[in-house]
């Protein structure tokens, strides 16, 4: 079964900075996709980028790119000019690209604080 | 075009108890995924629906069940309340099966379970 890891449990940067939030993930599987997902205090969750594991170009969406690394089974985000919108809950995510259901295998996410 | 929705908001029940949660999908999504996520962890899957049909179940015991009616909306049902069951219950509609489909979800109903 594939697994996420978030070893962060809580991070806080001061606004305009920019800070990476780190998230681990196994699996014997060579076809995926990794997701960050993000979760502010009215709960809805959002997607804020995607990568599929075959490619090797890493995902940029505006202020929020990623650092996948395959081999190492990482898949960091960074956050450059964080605002005070950016507060959050932050998961990442894994799903398979095969199998009957597309299900999400979720971290167990990093509080995100931004100082003003 | 409407996003997902789910109701109620909130509910409190009693141990032993029986729920049912729903959800509405998002316009042209005829896969719903229901998840839990209990305080402080992220979401696990539950199970999910396409077309009516269950397509695939997570680590949750029988009294966790659901439907997904003609229209897509799809309802979770929880026999036998267990204080554990107190969680936030997220639904997500996408538009297939498929890994290239995202998933949107809702904003969840928290259940507490006294």
């Known amino acids: 079964a594939q697994t996420v890891t978030q070893s962060q449990p809580e991070m806080s940067v001061q606004e305009a900075e920019t800070v990476t939030l780190s998230c681990t993930y196994d699996?014997?599987?060579?076809?995926?996709?990794l997701f960050w997902y993000k979760q502010p205090p009215s709960r809805q969750m959002i997607l804020v980028i995607r990568?599929?594991?075959?490619?090797?170009q890493n995902a940029t969406e505006n202020r929020f790119s990623v650092n996948f690394q395959k081999a190492a089974k990482s898949f960091s985000l960074k956050i450059s000019d964080s605002q005070l919108g950016d507060a959050a809950m932050y998961f990442c995510?894994?799903?398979?690209?095969?199998?009957?259901?597309?299900?999400?295998?979720f971290g167990q996410g990093t509080r995100l604080t931004i100082n003003p | 075009e409407t996003g997902v929705t789910q109701s109620p908001t909130h509910l409190i029940k009693t141990r032993g108890q029986q729920v049912t949660l729903r959800c509405s999908s998002q316009?042209?999504?005829?896969?719903v995924s229901w998840y839990q996520q209990a305080l402080g962890q992220g979401p696990q899957f539950i199970f999910q629906?396409?077309?009516?049909?269950?397509?695939g179940r997570g680590n949750f015991p029988p009294r966790f069940s659901g439907l997904q009616f003609p229209n897509y909306s799809s309802e979770l049902n929880v026999n036998a309340l267990e204080l554990d069951d107190s969680a936030l219950y997220l639904c997500?509609?996408?538009?297939?099966?498929?890994?290239?489909?995202?998933?949107?979800f809702g904003p969840g109903t928290r259940l507490t379970v006294l």
């Open positions: 995510a894994y799903r398979s690209a095969s199998g009957r259901a597309q299900k999400l295998v």
């Open positions: 699996t014997s599987e060579s076809d995926y996709y």
């Open positions: 997500a509609s996408s538009s297939g099966t498929s890994g290239t489909n995202e998933q949107f």
């Open positions: 990568q599929e594991a075959y490619k090797q």
């Open positions: 316009s042209g999504h005829n896969t």
């Open positions: 629906y396409y077309r009516e049909e269950e397509n």
